[in-house]
């Protein structure tokens, strides 16, 4: 019964995010709803981490970045279709999170953030330093040569259905982490992970495999991102504010929770959009309304959206229930 | 003698590091709280510095008992309103707290002041002291003398005062001082405002030396936690010494690699440091791991 509900609820959201296009003419609007998928798919990626397993990384920019210059290079130098790239990509990143999560997983709390802030400014240091390869702060850039086998479409429709694609690939990752113990491992890790540890969870093995499920996942939407950009560099692909934004999104629509990511996403990403073209004369407006916007809704709603969002139906249903079977359902039916 | 020379300028430059760090950890150390917005407050500092100065034509050595007075309110309304209601919530409201008040305050000045950078002008500016083949810059053996001197002051304030002795006891044990009849709340507030007093006197330190922009902060609240790291949590002795030493790590990484790879140089020291004593070098041993 509740697993035909929810499923009923995505499944006419996943018609409505096909059919999207179809109606939707102007560009910019297309390119909204792009990034939406781009950032709920970092999101949701970041989610396994930070929101489930509670490891607060400020440093999802790397993964982001390795995951544009991967592919990006190994195109631009070896003419390796992105498509190949896109698995080197997610290779790479998942390394890399290895590498990062093996000595700072015993850090706790803030500490693993600052952490992973300094890995994420060694990097960027690296790639602006390292000319030969990254071209440095000239940044690359991808000759618009459209193409399936290019990964570069002149629809900006192609270039959504891919990011659609991409997005169901990492909800189905969250789903399967939030229906699978591998889901409660993470949610007592977060809790205490002392206790959890005590019970015999092994702690740094479940961190890890959350770090490459979301490393890996980060570094194909970057993929994506270099595809739909054909110009990055170090400053846009490894940002701190990159991280911060990934963090913030994921917050405000509900950490740990399948779909907390994408109204997150939903809701931040045309707020960043209609804030960047409001204030065009007035520089920093945006970013100053957006830090106070941060503060306000980590102190009053750290639960995010998403939780106020389903009490609203439980409240109707209850009722309903109570009256047709006296309310044995309501638990089961509200989650 | 240019390695000297390098190391000269590191040691000075360090100075200032120090200072920025001295407040960072007594902030860390005494109300638990990584504050992300470290650095704007330097920048609102120089900010305050460089208005003093185009309006009244005040020299920023002058005018830095104002900053200080300046900074010192602020920290304490921070802490009021902004650090005090969030102390018993999860990592996540801590660390976005700050945080998005470094980004607010950022575009602030970014609004108010614009992206320029700006700078003050003043007589003693490039005036050197020369040793032989040595160049020691005034201002910057200005400011190394002020932080070691505040760095003194603030050791036997929080050695031999009662209320530095109960800043110390907060530090190390809340709930026992609590019971001691210490009003916690009040050696927050204490700390706090002390904490960014001494970025406002780093602030007026630097006017002289550097220009200031809105980002300002970013590079150098990245380096304070790399000292505070290095140092140390909660120790003064630490953060001091850490400054300096990354002061010169910066200074000999500069001319022996490529200026390009000095931060990466520090931030690798900085994993290090974490990874391998995350008490620090001259921690109180309760490491990094323990305090979430």
Not at chain 1, 26 to 40: D, R
Request: hydrophobic content about 55%; charged content about 10%; overall charge positive.
């Amino acid at each position: 019964m509740n697993i035909i509900k929810s499923n009923k609820f995505l499944i006419g959201l996943i018609i409505v995010a096909l059919v999207i296009p179809l109606f939707v003419e102007s560009k910019f609007h297309l390119n909204t709803l792009i990034l939406i998928l781009m950032f709920a798919t970092i999101a949701s990626a970041w989610n396994i981490l930070g929101g489930y397993a509670g490891q607060l990384s400020l440093g999802h920019t790397i993964f982001f970045g390795l995951g544009a210059y991967t592919s990006t290079l190994l195109y631009l130098n070896y003419g390796l279709s992105p498509w190949i790239g896109l698995f080197i990509a997610a290779a790479i990143s998942i390394l890399v999170g290895i590498f990062i999560g093996w000595p700072t997983f015993r850090l706790r709390g803030t500490y693993f953030s600052l952490a992973t802030i300094a890995f994420a400014e060694v990097v960027r240091h690296i790639a602006l330093y390292w000319r030969d390869l990254t071209n440095g702060s000239m940044g690359v850039n991808i000759r618009f040569e459209p193409g399936v086998a290019n990964l570069i479409f002149r629809e900006y429709s192609s270039y959504y259905y891919f990011a659609l694609v991409l997005f169901l690939f990492a909800l189905a990752i969250v789903y399967y982490v939030d229906r699978t113990r591998i889901g409660y491992y993470l949610k007592a890790i977060r809790e205490n992970e002392d206790s959890a540890a005590t019970l015999g969870i092994n702690v740094t093995k479940y961190k890890m495999i959350a770090m490459i499920m979301s490393a890996g996942l980060t570094g194909i939407a970057g993929v994506l991102y270099a595809q739909f950009m054909l110009f990055f560099e170090p400053d846009s692909v490894f940002n701190l504010n990159f991280s911060i934004e990934i963090a913030l999104i994921t917050i405000v629509g509900g950490m740990g929770t399948i779909f907390g990511p994408v109204l997150g996403a939903v809701i931040i990403v045309p707020l960043n959009e209609i804030m960047r073209s409001s204030f065009p004369e007035l520089s920093g407006m945006n970013y100053f309304i957006y830090g106070i916007a941060l503060i306000l809704i980590v102190s009053f709603m750290p639960n995010g959206l998403l939780p106020l969002l389903k009490k609203i139906p439980a409240k109707f249903k209850s009722k309903k229930l109570l009256d047709v079977k006296g309310g044995t359902d309501i638990d089961s039916s509200s989650k | 003698m240019t390695i000297l020379q390098t190391l000269i300028s590191g040691l000075l430059l360090g100075g200032i590091y120090s200072l920025i760090s001295m407040g960072l950890n007594l902030i860390l150390g005494v109300v638990r709280i990584v504050n992300f917005a470290h650095g704007e407050f330097l920048m609102i500092a120089m900010y305050l510095s460089f208005v003093f100065y185009s309006t009244m034509g005040l020299d920023p050595y002058v005018s830095g008992i104002l900053v200080i007075a300046c900074l010192f309110i602020l920290g304490l309304i921070t802490q009021r309103f902004l650090i005090q209601p969030i102390l018993d919530t999860p990592d996540t409201t801590k660390i976005f707290v700050t945080l998005g008040l470094s980004i607010a305050l950022q575009n602030l000045a970014l609004m108010t002041m614009g992206a320029n950078h700006m700078s003050v002008r003043t007589s003693y500016q490039s005036s050197v002291i020369s040793i032989g083949e040595l160049a020691i810059s005034i201002p910057r053996l200005i400011s190394f003398i002020v932080a070691i001197s505040v760095a003194a002051l603030l050791y036997l304030f929080l050695q031999k005062t009662m209320v530095g002795k109960a800043v110390r006891a907060v530090s190390m044990q809340r709930q026992a001082a609590h019971l001691m009849g210490i009003n916690v709340k009040k050696i927050y507030l204490l700390a706090f405002g002390i904490g960014i007093g001494l970025v406002g006197l780093a602030g007026s330190m630097l006017t002289p030396i550097y220009s200031v922009y809105p980002t300002l902060g970013t590079s150098f609240v990245l380096i304070a936690f790399v000292v505070v790291v290095l140092g140390g949590m909660g120790s003064m002795f630490g953060a001091f010494f850490g400054g300096l030493i990354i002061g010169l790590v910066e200074a000999l990484s500069g001319v022996l690699l490529e200026t390009g790879l000095k931060e990466a140089v520090y931030f690798a020291i900085f994993i290090l440091v974490l990874l391998f004593r995350p008490s620090g070098i001259f921690g109180l041993g309760k490491g990094a791991e323990e305090v979430g």
